[in-house]
């Protein structure tokens, strides 16, 4: 009985990469219907979660939390601005920063989004521990791929 062929390592199927793109693309749409009624698009919300962590940011110190630059950043920043979400100001410490605080409905909205993990973790159909596994090993895949060093890590 003859072996059964293995695919080819060039196979679209077979790429790691591939499947991490389809899952980016699935979990961002799956975001959608929940943030729609918050006003809000996946980048944006992303940009909530970490002012709702830490308030009274730099433009450079939110960018560094979301891996994103500042010519990316700063147009999600105005619309959050004009939506009445967040302000920005330059600091009086040193007028090259702008500062990021959440304004009142900025820091109301995280009340209204506080149900969407548990709502995105009944979507995927994963128990708890697989969710937070996955999770885990992604951001290890991230770090060992990343080309620069992450803070707090040792050489």
Known sequence: MPAAAMPSPLHLDQQLCFALYNASRAMTAAYRPLLEPLGLTYPQYIAMLALWQRDHVSVGELGEALLLDSGTLTPLLKRLEQAGLVSRRRRRSDEREVE????????????????????????????????????????????????RPLQGATP
């Open 100 to 147: 990021i605080a959440l304004t009142a409905a900025g820091r109301a909205l995280r009340r209204r989004a506080a149900g969407i993990p548990e709502r995105m973790l009944c979507r995927t159909g994963m128990a708890p521990a697989d969710f937070i596994r996955l999770r885990d090993a992604l951001g290890a895949l991230a770090a060992r791929l990343s080309p």
